[in-house]
Protein backbone atom coordinates (compact mmCIF):
# COMPACT_ATOMS: atom_id res chain seq x y z
CA UNK A 1 0.00 0.00 0.00
CA UNK A 2 1.65 3.27 -1.28
CA UNK A 3 2.06 5.54 1.95
CA UNK A 4 2.77 9.21 1.46
CA UNK A 5 5.46 10.56 3.96
CA UNK A 6 4.03 13.96 5.72
CA UNK A 7 6.09 13.97 8.61
CA UNK A 8 9.57 16.12 7.63
CA UNK A 9 8.08 19.40 9.62
CA UNK A 10 8.87 22.94 8.65
CA UNK A 11 11.37 24.80 10.68
CA UNK A 12 10.56 27.45 12.25
CA UNK A 13 7.34 27.44 12.63
CA UNK A 14 4.76 30.59 13.50
CA UNK A 15 3.16 31.00 16.70
CA UNK A 16 -0.42 30.31 16.51
CA UNK A 17 -2.18 33.90 16.35
CA UNK A 18 -4.97 33.21 19.12
CA UNK A 19 -5.83 35.39 22.28
CA UNK A 20 -6.68 32.40 24.08
CA UNK A 21 -3.27 31.16 23.53
CA UNK A 22 -2.02 34.51 24.93
CA UNK A 23 -1.91 33.88 28.49
CA UNK A 24 0.57 33.45 31.21
CA UNK A 25 2.92 30.63 30.43
CA UNK A 26 2.88 29.34 33.87
CA UNK A 27 -0.61 28.66 33.52
CA UNK A 28 -1.84 24.94 33.56
CA UNK A 29 -2.77 24.03 30.62
CA UNK A 30 -6.18 22.39 29.52
CA UNK A 31 -6.45 20.30 27.23
CA UNK A 32 -10.15 18.22 26.06
CA UNK A 33 -10.23 14.32 24.81
CA UNK A 34 -13.17 13.25 23.33
CA UNK A 35 -13.41 9.73 21.72
CA UNK A 36 -16.22 8.72 19.40
CA UNK A 37 -16.63 5.18 19.39
CA UNK A 38 -15.46 4.15 22.33
CA UNK A 39 -16.32 3.97 25.97
CA UNK A 40 -14.48 5.02 29.31
CA UNK A 41 -13.33 1.54 29.88
CA UNK A 42 -13.03 0.03 26.68
CA UNK A 43 -9.77 -2.13 26.46
CA UNK A 44 -9.31 0.20 23.04
CA UNK A 45 -9.86 3.01 24.70
CA UNK A 46 -7.52 2.74 27.73
CA UNK A 47 -4.69 1.58 25.13
CA UNK A 48 -5.07 4.31 23.18
CA UNK A 49 -4.87 7.09 26.37
CA UNK A 50 -2.34 4.96 27.93
CA UNK A 51 -0.33 5.92 25.07
CA UNK A 52 -1.44 9.04 25.06
CA UNK A 53 -0.19 10.09 28.28
CA UNK A 54 2.64 8.10 28.33
CA UNK A 55 4.27 10.24 25.11
CA UNK A 56 2.78 13.44 26.90
CA UNK A 57 4.87 12.65 30.31
CA UNK A 58 8.15 12.08 28.26
CA UNK A 59 7.27 15.08 26.92
CA UNK A 60 7.17 17.24 30.04
CA UNK A 61 3.07 17.36 30.36
CA UNK A 62 1.88 15.83 33.68
CA UNK A 63 -1.53 15.40 33.88
CA UNK A 64 -2.98 17.41 37.21
CA UNK A 65 0.19 18.85 37.27
CA UNK A 66 1.64 20.69 34.21
CA UNK A 67 -1.81 19.78 32.40
CA UNK A 68 -5.60 19.27 32.98
CA UNK A 69 -6.72 16.71 30.88
CA UNK A 70 -11.17 16.64 30.93
CA UNK A 71 -11.81 13.15 29.02
CA UNK A 72 -15.48 12.54 27.13
CA UNK A 73 -16.50 9.25 25.69
CA UNK A 74 -18.95 8.94 22.81
CA UNK A 75 -19.64 5.13 22.62
CA UNK A 76 -21.05 5.37 19.20
CA UNK A 77 -23.70 7.87 20.27
CA UNK A 78 -24.77 10.62 18.15
CA UNK A 79 -26.57 12.62 20.41
CA UNK A 80 -23.83 12.66 22.87
CA UNK A 81 -21.26 13.33 20.39
CA UNK A 82 -23.10 16.53 19.89
CA UNK A 83 -23.67 16.79 23.61
CA UNK A 84 -19.90 16.62 24.42
CA UNK A 85 -18.82 19.01 21.47
CA UNK A 86 -20.74 21.25 23.05
CA UNK A 87 -19.95 21.06 26.41
CA UNK A 88 -15.67 20.86 25.23
CA UNK A 89 -16.00 23.90 23.14
CA UNK A 90 -17.77 25.94 25.77
CA UNK A 91 -15.02 25.30 28.29
CA UNK A 92 -12.71 26.95 26.18
CA UNK A 93 -9.69 24.63 26.50
CA UNK A 94 -6.24 25.21 24.85
CA UNK A 95 -6.35 22.38 22.58
CA UNK A 96 -8.73 19.51 21.81
CA UNK A 97 -7.61 15.83 20.76
CA UNK A 98 -10.38 13.85 18.86
CA UNK A 99 -11.41 10.95 16.99
CA UNK A 100 -13.51 10.24 14.29
CA UNK A 101 -15.13 11.88 11.65
CA UNK A 102 -18.48 12.19 12.73
CA UNK A 103 -16.58 14.08 16.23
CA UNK A 104 -14.30 16.23 13.88
CA UNK A 105 -17.19 17.19 11.30
CA UNK A 106 -19.28 18.50 14.52
CA UNK A 107 -15.79 20.37 16.28
CA UNK A 108 -15.04 22.44 13.11
CA UNK A 109 -19.01 23.51 13.03
CA UNK A 110 -18.41 24.48 16.61
CA UNK A 111 -15.34 26.30 16.56
CA UNK A 112 -13.08 27.54 14.32
CA UNK A 113 -10.44 29.01 17.01
CA UNK A 114 -9.37 26.36 19.36
CA UNK A 115 -6.97 23.92 17.91
CA UNK A 116 -7.69 20.07 17.33
CA UNK A 117 -5.50 17.43 16.55
CA UNK A 118 -7.46 14.72 15.27
CA UNK A 119 -5.96 10.88 15.92
CA UNK A 120 -7.91 8.06 13.81
CA UNK A 121 -9.75 10.13 10.78
CA UNK A 122 -10.28 8.69 7.04
CA UNK A 123 -9.23 10.86 4.09
CA UNK A 124 -9.48 14.46 5.81
CA UNK A 125 -9.33 16.16 2.92
CA UNK A 126 -12.46 14.89 1.12
CA UNK A 127 -14.31 15.33 4.07
CA UNK A 128 -13.08 19.38 4.43
CA UNK A 129 -11.81 18.69 7.25
CA UNK A 130 -7.90 20.39 6.11
CA UNK A 131 -7.19 22.11 3.24
CA UNK A 132 -4.66 19.57 1.97
CA UNK A 133 -2.47 16.70 4.15
CA UNK A 134 0.84 19.04 3.57
CA UNK A 135 -0.12 22.66 4.70
CA UNK A 136 -3.83 21.89 6.65
CA UNK A 137 -4.46 25.38 7.04
CA UNK A 138 -7.29 26.60 10.13
CA UNK A 139 -7.02 24.85 13.28
CA UNK A 140 -7.33 21.52 12.61
CA UNK A 141 -4.48 19.10 11.64
CA UNK A 142 -3.74 15.16 12.66
CA UNK A 143 -3.23 11.48 12.01
CA UNK A 144 -5.13 9.46 9.67
CA UNK A 145 -5.87 6.16 9.54
CA UNK A 146 -6.07 4.40 6.35
CA UNK A 147 -6.60 4.76 2.57
CA UNK A 148 -8.42 3.24 0.04
CA UNK A 149 -5.68 0.81 -1.35
CA UNK A 150 -5.85 -1.61 2.08
CA UNK A 151 -8.82 -2.65 0.76
CA UNK A 152 -7.05 -4.41 -1.66
CA UNK A 153 -4.71 -6.42 1.62
CA UNK A 154 -8.10 -7.23 3.68
CA UNK A 155 -8.95 -9.30 0.51
CA UNK A 156 -5.72 -11.03 0.44
CA UNK A 157 -5.76 -11.83 3.64
CA UNK A 158 -9.70 -12.87 3.60
CA UNK A 159 -8.82 -15.05 0.96
CA UNK A 160 -5.45 -16.84 2.39
CA UNK A 161 -7.78 -17.46 5.69
CA UNK A 162 -10.83 -18.86 3.81
CA UNK A 163 -9.82 -19.84 0.36
CA UNK A 164 -12.91 -20.85 -0.87
CA UNK A 165 -14.35 -17.14 -0.57
CA UNK A 166 -14.87 -15.57 -4.22
CA UNK A 167 -17.36 -12.62 -2.95
CA UNK A 168 -17.08 -10.34 -0.12
CA UNK A 169 -19.28 -7.58 1.43
CA UNK A 170 -18.03 -4.72 2.88
CA UNK A 171 -20.23 -3.50 5.89
CA UNK A 172 -20.42 0.39 7.14
CA UNK A 173 -22.41 3.11 8.67
CA UNK A 174 -22.96 5.67 5.95
CA UNK A 175 -23.90 8.05 8.40
CA UNK A 176 -21.54 7.69 10.98
CA UNK A 177 -18.42 6.17 8.64
CA UNK A 178 -18.93 8.86 5.28
CA UNK A 179 -15.55 8.20 4.20
CA UNK A 180 -16.51 4.88 3.51
CA UNK A 181 -19.54 6.05 1.40
CA UNK A 182 -17.14 8.24 -0.67
CA UNK A 183 -15.62 4.64 -1.50
CA UNK A 184 -18.54 3.46 -3.12
CA UNK A 185 -18.48 4.55 -6.75
CA UNK A 186 -15.00 2.78 -6.66
CA UNK A 187 -15.63 -0.41 -4.69
CA UNK A 188 -18.10 -2.20 -7.40
CA UNK A 189 -14.71 -2.31 -9.93
CA UNK A 190 -12.76 -3.99 -6.79
CA UNK A 191 -11.57 -7.29 -7.29
CA UNK A 192 -8.37 -8.56 -5.65
CA UNK A 193 -7.72 -12.44 -5.11
CA UNK A 194 -10.34 -13.79 -7.04
CA UNK A 195 -12.47 -11.76 -4.69
CA UNK A 196 -15.31 -9.46 -5.73
CA UNK A 197 -16.07 -6.96 -3.46
CA UNK A 198 -19.46 -5.16 -2.90
CA UNK A 199 -21.06 -2.77 -0.66
CA UNK A 200 -23.15 -3.36 2.01
CA UNK A 201 -24.26 -0.37 3.98
CA UNK A 202 -26.75 -0.41 7.67
CA UNK A 203 -27.81 1.92 9.32
CA UNK A 204 -28.95 -0.01 12.27
CA UNK A 205 -28.56 -3.15 14.50
CA UNK A 206 -31.47 -4.83 12.26
CA UNK A 207 -30.24 -3.99 9.47
CA UNK A 208 -26.64 -5.46 10.24
CA UNK A 209 -28.65 -8.73 11.21
CA UNK A 210 -30.67 -8.65 8.03
CA UNK A 211 -27.41 -8.46 5.94
CA UNK A 212 -25.46 -10.67 7.91
CA UNK A 213 -28.21 -13.09 7.75
CA UNK A 214 -28.48 -12.54 3.95
CA UNK A 215 -24.88 -13.21 3.33
CA UNK A 216 -25.15 -16.85 5.45
CA UNK A 217 -27.13 -17.72 2.35
CA UNK A 218 -24.52 -17.03 -0.19
CA UNK A 219 -22.02 -19.26 -0.37
CA UNK A 220 -18.18 -18.39 -0.90
CA UNK A 221 -18.98 -15.10 0.49
CA UNK A 222 -17.32 -13.33 3.47
CA UNK A 223 -17.23 -9.72 5.79
CA UNK A 224 -15.13 -6.71 5.43
CA UNK A 225 -16.25 -4.49 8.71
CA UNK A 226 -15.07 -0.98 8.08
CA UNK A 227 -14.00 0.58 11.21
CA UNK A 228 -16.21 3.41 11.12
CA UNK A 229 -18.54 5.05 14.58
CA UNK A 230 -20.92 2.62 14.10
CA UNK A 231 -19.36 -0.84 13.54
CA UNK A 232 -17.09 -0.16 16.64
CA UNK A 233 -20.00 0.45 18.57
CA UNK A 234 -21.79 -2.81 17.66
CA UNK A 235 -18.86 -4.84 17.44
CA UNK A 236 -20.18 -7.43 19.79
CA UNK A 237 -23.41 -8.19 17.49
CA UNK A 238 -21.05 -7.86 14.03
CA UNK A 239 -18.44 -10.40 15.58
CA UNK A 240 -21.28 -12.60 17.32
CA UNK A 241 -23.62 -13.07 14.35
CA UNK A 242 -20.45 -13.46 11.99
CA UNK A 243 -19.73 -16.99 14.40
CA UNK A 244 -23.29 -18.16 14.43
CA UNK A 245 -23.43 -17.91 10.80
CA UNK A 246 -19.91 -18.77 10.07
CA UNK A 247 -18.92 -15.85 8.20
CA UNK A 248 -15.25 -15.96 7.29
CA UNK A 249 -14.60 -11.93 8.11
CA UNK A 250 -11.73 -9.77 8.54
CA UNK A 251 -11.66 -6.14 10.48
CA UNK A 252 -9.75 -3.28 10.93
CA UNK A 253 -8.88 -2.73 14.70
CA UNK A 254 -7.04 -5.49 17.12
CA UNK A 255 -9.67 -5.49 19.54
CA UNK A 256 -12.17 -7.11 16.80
CA UNK A 257 -10.17 -10.50 16.82
CA UNK A 258 -9.29 -9.59 20.44
CA UNK A 259 -13.11 -9.93 21.10
CA UNK A 260 -13.63 -12.80 18.96
CA UNK A 261 -13.24 -12.27 15.31
CA UNK A 262 -11.24 -14.00 13.06
CA UNK A 263 -8.42 -11.69 11.69
CA UNK A 264 -7.93 -8.11 12.16
CA UNK A 265 -5.72 -5.85 9.68
CA UNK A 266 -4.77 -1.98 10.28
CA UNK A 267 -3.00 0.70 11.48
CA UNK A 268 -1.76 0.73 15.38
CA UNK A 269 -4.20 2.84 16.73
CA UNK A 270 -2.09 3.04 20.16
CA UNK A 271 0.58 4.17 18.36
CA UNK A 272 -1.30 7.00 16.59
CA UNK A 273 -2.60 8.36 19.37
CA UNK A 274 1.44 8.22 20.97
CA UNK A 275 2.51 9.78 17.96
CA UNK A 276 -0.64 13.00 18.19
CA UNK A 277 0.52 13.92 21.65
CA UNK A 278 4.04 15.33 20.19
CA UNK A 279 1.43 17.47 18.33
CA UNK A 280 0.18 18.36 21.07
CA UNK A 281 3.63 19.24 22.58
CA UNK A 282 3.96 21.51 19.59
CA UNK A 283 0.77 23.32 19.74
CA UNK A 284 0.50 23.81 23.00
CA UNK A 285 4.12 25.37 22.91
CA UNK A 286 2.84 27.77 20.07
CA UNK A 287 3.16 26.06 16.55
CA UNK A 288 0.18 26.70 14.45
CA UNK A 289 -2.01 23.56 13.65
CA UNK A 290 -2.13 24.56 10.28
CA UNK A 291 1.08 24.65 9.52
CA UNK A 292 2.01 20.94 10.79
CA UNK A 293 1.30 18.70 8.17
CA UNK A 294 -1.43 15.70 8.41
CA UNK A 295 0.50 12.74 8.87
CA UNK A 296 -0.33 9.01 8.08
CA UNK A 297 -0.26 5.51 9.69
CA UNK A 298 3.40 4.15 10.03
CA UNK A 299 2.97 1.13 12.32
CA UNK A 300 0.27 -1.90 11.10
CA UNK A 301 -0.90 -5.31 13.04
CA UNK A 302 -1.76 -8.53 12.02
CA UNK A 303 -3.79 -10.68 13.96
CA UNK A 304 -5.40 -13.96 13.84
CA UNK A 305 -7.64 -15.63 16.03
CA UNK A 306 -7.06 -19.32 16.01
CA UNK A 307 -9.84 -20.98 18.64
CA UNK A 308 -12.17 -18.72 16.22
CA UNK A 309 -10.81 -20.29 12.57
CA UNK A 310 -11.11 -23.59 14.48
CA UNK A 311 -14.44 -22.99 15.10
CA UNK A 312 -15.29 -21.62 11.17
CA UNK A 313 -13.58 -24.98 10.15
CA UNK A 314 -10.36 -22.87 8.70
CA UNK A 315 -6.65 -23.57 9.21
CA UNK A 316 -4.54 -20.76 9.09
CA UNK A 317 -1.73 -21.45 6.47
CA UNK A 318 1.96 -21.02 8.19
CA UNK A 319 2.76 -18.34 5.77
CA UNK A 320 0.37 -16.06 7.12
CA UNK A 321 1.08 -17.73 10.96
CA UNK A 322 4.48 -16.24 10.36
CA UNK A 323 3.58 -12.55 9.38
CA UNK A 324 1.20 -12.23 11.99
CA UNK A 325 2.22 -9.58 14.81
CA UNK A 326 -0.20 -11.77 17.29
CA UNK A 327 -1.49 -15.12 17.39
CA UNK A 328 -4.90 -15.79 19.77
CA UNK A 329 -5.42 -19.13 20.87
Known amino acids: MRRRDFISLLGGTATWPLAARAQQHDRTKRIGVL ?38 FAGGDADRIRTYVTELVKSAPDLIVANSSPVI ?46 VGKWLELLKEMAPRTSRAKLLFNPVMGPFFAVWLRDIAAVSVASI ?21 RDPGVGLITAADVFTVANRSLIIGLAERYRLPAIYQFRQFAAEGGLISYGPDTADIFHRAAAYVDRILKGANPGDLPVQQPTKFQLVLNLKTAKALGLTAPPSLLARADEVIE
Open 196 to 216: ELEPAPVHDRAEIEATMAALA
Open 35 to 72: LGATTEHDPESEARLSAFRHRLEELGWIDGRTIRIDYR
Open 105 to 150: AELKQATGTIPIVFAIVNDPVSQGFVASLARPGGNITGFTLIEFEI
